[in-house]
């Protein structure tokens, strides 16, 4: 079994709860700097069509306003691959657009801490996420 297979072997579950979570941390991380620009609405539609809990259940209760009311939410998750999955996709939609700016940083050292990441884990999530979105020298 290579590592990628050990890694994706396991079935996600697709709950609406987890839908729900990850809706939240989209709308949060979305709204944190005070604009959802084109590129970020279009990376979020493209969760909506990618991603199991989204896709199975996108019309399911429509997500918080509150960033502090998803903080306090995201912090009773207990399954650590949601908690993660959480993180990468408010990462990917923090880098998307033109990189990430201070509302956006500060929300995700917030995320990582209520969500109980471990730094490993963030640098990782960074490092990968950069390199997907790296822009060519000018």
Sequence with gaps: MGLLTQYTATEIASRPEDAAALRDVLSAMGSVDGSLDDTERRVIEAFFRTVPQLRDHASAAPPRANREVILRELGK?????????????????????DGVNEAEERYLES????????????????????????????
């Design 77 to 97: 998750l207990a399954d650590e691959r949601l908690r993660r999955q959480c993180f990468v996709l408010a990462v990917e939609l923090a880098i998307a657009s």
């Design 111 to 138: 995320l990582k801490a209520t969500l109980r990441i471990d730094d490993a884990f963030a640098v990782g999530t960074f490092r990968v996420m950069a390199c997907k979105y790296a822009r060519a020298a000018e």
